[in-house]
């Protein structure tokens, strides 16, 4: 393992623009911690990495590298990208495996006292960013476990609980608090946390899956990707066949999941190419070879049954470029309707977060209803930060980690 790991790591060209640094949501310092372990310094390779990020094992492992750090290797111009996410995960895991402990910033204790609601990528970065810097910072959560989409949302044969666990256990090692099955809105009132915290950071993340708004959508057999991913309860897909509309991770991990649970067809449907597919070229790759079928420029016009899913009716598309746009957008193509047989269609179109929630928060929302955050992630409320999905930050476990370091440090600014 560790010959195969340093021969990785000796693939890397140390290039002096480092691309590979700039396509990193966190602005990971990957050619030095490369060079590192080029030079079995490992334990100096972990601490560079926390300068940035306390998710090395996580995001070694379910980040995009293709669309971030790997997609921006000058290797990939001829070859094969050097493999970052392995190395990073490596290194998060020796870590783990030898105890290394998160460097602090300080020793000194600060009488300060931070909330962080929501104890997602976002919520347990800016957690751990205030807690070395000497901050008094409490968790809230509303699961019993800790994690959020990482937990619920990413199944385990991408990411295993156990990993997980002993990554986040690292992370509280910092001294943090953690109360669990405390619901914001329910058994968790904003305004008395503000009367006991000198600022608070809601991180509560976007779970609810969108629809489609069309025809059919309300039968019995549709369901939200999101809501199974996260609560793990799912019909009998025993010999069944099941659409999944969407074309980003959470389509893929779903249709990964249901295929495994015994259906019959998973078929995933996408309107645009694949190639434009938000979802990582790994993960449609082990979807295809789990035998899930693609169906590429097609889009969903309506779902048909008397009171349960009997068929759905797609429609061809076609990619056009439109006024004033750089993407192509799918356009239907007319008269090239047809109908599939199915059993269940599962929507992964996107999510949001739970309206009455947030009309709860007395926080100004944006016109995509999400809480409104300036540059330095402060709401309307100047003792209230958020980031992460429930700001409508960019939707991938390294951005909310990105959105919660930012928050910590213009939350430590703040109460200076």
Same mark, same amino acid.
């Given at each position: ?42 334990? *100096? ?34 070859? *094969?990208?050097? *493999? ?13 495996? /030898?105890?290394?402990? =998160? ?13 962080? =609601? !929501? ?27 800790? !994690? ?40 968790? +009132? ?6 006991? @915290? ?22 019995? $057999? ?9 609560? &793990? ?11 999944? =509309? $969407? !074309? $980003? ?14 259906? /019959?067809?998973?078929? #995933? ?12 070229? +790994? ?19 309506? =779902?048909?049954?008397? +009171?349960?899913?009997?068929? #759905? ?10 006024? /004033? ?18 059993? @269940? ?16 928060? &007395? ?29 409508? /930050? ?21 109460? *200076?």
């Amino acid at each position: 393992m560790k010959e195969e790991i340093i021969e990785k790591a000796k693939y890397c060209l140390s290039c002096p623009k480092r691309p590979c640094h700039d396509g990193c949501p966190l602005g990971n310092d990957t050619m030095e911690f490369i060079r590192l372990i080029k030079e079995g310094k490992d334990k *100096e390779a972990y601490e560079l990495l926390c300068n940035t990020t306390v998710l090395q094992s996580i995001c070694g492992r379910v980040c995009p590298h293709e669309k971030q750090c790997q997609g921006k290797c000058i290797r990939k111009i001829k070859n *094969e990208a050097v *493999e970052i996410g392995n190395l990073e995960s490596y290194i998060g895991d020796l870590a783990i495996e /030898n105890n290394w402990k =998160i460097p602090k910033f300080t020793s000194k204790k600060i009488d300060k006292k931070v909330a962080v =609601i !929501g104890a997602g990528p976002s919520g347990i970065t800016c957690a751990s960013f205030l807690a070395r810097a000497g901050y008094d910072v409490t968790i809230f959560e509303k699961h019993n476990h800790l !994690g959020g989409l990482l937990y619920h949302g990413i199944p385990d044969f991408r990411l295993s609980k156990d990993i997980l666990e002993k990554a986040i256990n690292k992370i509280l090692e910092l001294g943090i608090k953690v109360e669990l099955e405390k619901e914001l809105g329910k058994n968790l +009132k904003l305004e008395e946390l503000e009367k006991e @915290y000198d600022a608070i950071y809601i991180a509560i993340g976007a779970n609810v899956s969108s629809k489609m708004n069309i025809e059919g959508e309300n039968l019995n $057999g549709v369901y939200g990707g999101n809501e199974l991913l996260e609560s &793990n309860i799912h019909p009998n897909y025993i010999n069944k066949n099941v659409a999944i =509309i $969407g !074309g $980003g991770n959470v389509a893929i991990d779903t249709a990964r999941t249901v295929k495994r649970l015994g259906a /019959n067809k998973v078929t #995933i449907i996408y309107r645009r190419a694949m190639e434009q597919m938000p979802a990582e070229r +790994k993960e449609i790759k082990e979807a295809q070879e789990e035998k899930i079928d693609f169906l590429f420029q097609t889009n969903i016009l309506k =779902i048909i049954g008397s +009171k349960k899913v009997e068929k #759905i009716e797609c429609i061809k598309t076609e990619l056009k470029k439109k006024e /004033n746009e750089e993407r192509l957008s799918p356009v239907n193509i007319e008269g090239s309707n047809y109908l599939l047989d199915m059993d @269940y269609v599962i929507m992964a179109v996107g999510s949001k977060t739970e309206k009455s929630v947030l009309d709860k928060l &007395n926080l100004e929302l944006d016109k995509w209803n999400c809480i409104k955050v300036d540059e330095n992630h402060q709401t309307s409320n100047p003792k209230i930060f958020s980031g992460g999905d429930v700001a409508g /930050n960019k939707a991938t476990v390294a951005w909310a980690a990105r959105a919660g370091r930012e928050a910590a440090n213009s939350i430590i600014k703040f109460l *200076e």
